[in-house]
């Protein structure tokens, strides 16, 4: 994932690296060029517009997914296709740029409030070419990631760069799975071995509390004593002078 917003709302709303790759996998399984798709995955209703795979027939930037997180309220405009592709379109084109977060930032707010002009034209063989207008429908395909396996889909990737570069980042997300489970053990254990030291000290604030009190009660004690001896040595005097 290059870039989202709200920062970090993935892992509030826990989806997972592997769940944009299915949603990636769903788009490349349904055709390599651009498409796009609205799906209920996980029990959050998702938009999502993949820019196509080969150079010759793309939007924006190649093989990338822009996807859009919905709640259940949500009602989505008519065109909102078309501002995804105007989206993708303006925004992915520029992903190596300095510019790409800020206007990735400026087109979300637009998305969000429906002021993006849809954009109904494709990259097809260094020509831009348009295409027919699709009204957004109500419906929202079912997806799992159980029902999902990718082995079975590869017969519909014709490029064979495709099948391996899926296997590597599959393979990749595997081992930074397991990086994450180690770092997390290990603050774990990191924590677990710290709070023996933290009662510690909790303990030794408790008996500095403890002296403490204990002091203010004994100079407390002194300075009553110490006028009764005067008030004592007061009165001798009075009777010797007397």
């Given at each position: ?6 920062t970090g709302?993935?892992?509030?709303i ?10 990636y ?5 349904r ?6 798709l ?9 938009a ?6 080969s150079?010759?027939h793309y939007?924006?930037?190649?093989d990338?997914?822009l ?11 008519l ?6 592709r ?5 925004v ?8 790409f977060n800020?206007?990735f930032?400026d087109?979300?707010?637009?998305l ?10 494709e990259?097809?063989k260094?020509k ?8 957004v429908?109500d419906?929202?395909i ?9 082995e ?10 495709m099948k ?5 980042m ?16 290990t ?9 023996g030291?933290?009662k510690?000290?909790?303990s030794?604030?408790d008996?500095i ?6 002091y ?9 004593l110490?006028?009764?001896i005067e008030?004592l ?7 010797k002078?007397n």
């Amino acid at each position: 994932m290059d870039f989202e917003l709200p920062t970090g709302i993935s892992k509030r709303i826990k989806i997972e690296t592997t769940d944009f790759m299915t949603i990636y996998g769903i788009h490349r399984m349904r055709r390599t060029d651009p498409n796009y798709l609205q799906m209920t995955y996980k029990k959050m209703k998702i938009a999502s517009f993949y820019t196509g795979y080969s150079n010759s027939h793309y939007v924006g930037g190649l093989d990338s997914v822009l996807t859009v997180i919905l709640s259940e309220d949500d009602v989505l405009p008519l065109e909102f296709e078309g501002m995804m592709r105007a989206f993708a379109n303006d925004v992915l084109s520029i992903k190596d740029s300095k510019l790409f977060n800020l206007k990735f930032m400026d087109y979300y707010k637009k998305l969000r409030i429906g002021e993006i002009e849809p954009y109904w034209f494709e990259q097809k063989k260094g020509k831009e070419v348009q295409i027919n207008e699709t009204a957004v429908s109500d419906e929202f395909i079912e997806v799992s990631m159980d029902d999902i396996n990718f082995e079975d889909y590869f017969e519909y990737f014709k490029e064979d760069v495709m099948k391996a570069r899926i296997k590597k980042m599959r393979s990749t997300i595997k081992k930074q799975e397991e990086i994450i489970d180690k770092l997390q053990s290990t603050i774990n254990e990191d924590l677990s071995s710290k709070s023996g030291e933290i009662k510690k000290i909790h303990s030794l604030l408790d008996e500095i509390d403890a002296l403490s009190e204990k002091y203010n009660r004994v100079l407390n004690e002194n300075a009553k004593l110490k006028e009764t001896i005067e008030n004592l040595e007061e009165k001798i005097k009075n009777l010797k002078d007397n």
